[in-house]
């Protein structure tokens, strides 16, 4: 996060076990408002990259069957490929 963004004070309700486990991780001397920034800043910037990732595999797989007709158009005018054994 930005050092200089301005912040807003809000209030969540969590349960005890999950505190714990945030206190244990982030140690005595940390902010628990710090970490659970950071985790949600992460957690949104992994489902953006999701986001655009399905978009894009949606858009290659709608195009699929176009550039594989091309991709088979551009092969039939390929010359015959052959290997001579080194044998």
């Known amino acids: 996060m930005n050092k200089g963004m301005t912040k807003a004070?809000?209030?969540?309700?969590?349960?005890?076990?999950l505190l714990v486990q945030i206190d244990k991780?982030?140690?005595?001397?940390a902010s628990r408002s710090a970490y659970i920034e950071k985790v949600l800043s992460n957690?949104?910037?992994?489902e953006a990259h999701q986001t655009a990732y399905q978009r894009?595999?949606?858009?290659?797989?709608e195009s699929a069957d176009y550039f594989n007709r091309e991709m088979e158009e551009v092969?039939?005018?390929q010359a015959p490929?052959?290997?001579?054994?080194e044998e």
Request: glycine letters at 4%; hydrophobic letters at 40%; proline letters at 3%.
């Open 9 to 17: 004070k809000t209030s969540i309700t969590l349960s005890v076990p």
């Open 25 to 29: 991780l982030i140690g005595e001397h």
């Open 43 to 46: 957690h949104l910037r992994d």
């Open 56 to 61: 894009d595999l949606r858009i290659l797989n």
């Open 75 to 77: 092969l039939r005018y």
């Open 81 to 85: 490929v052959t290997f001579e054994s």
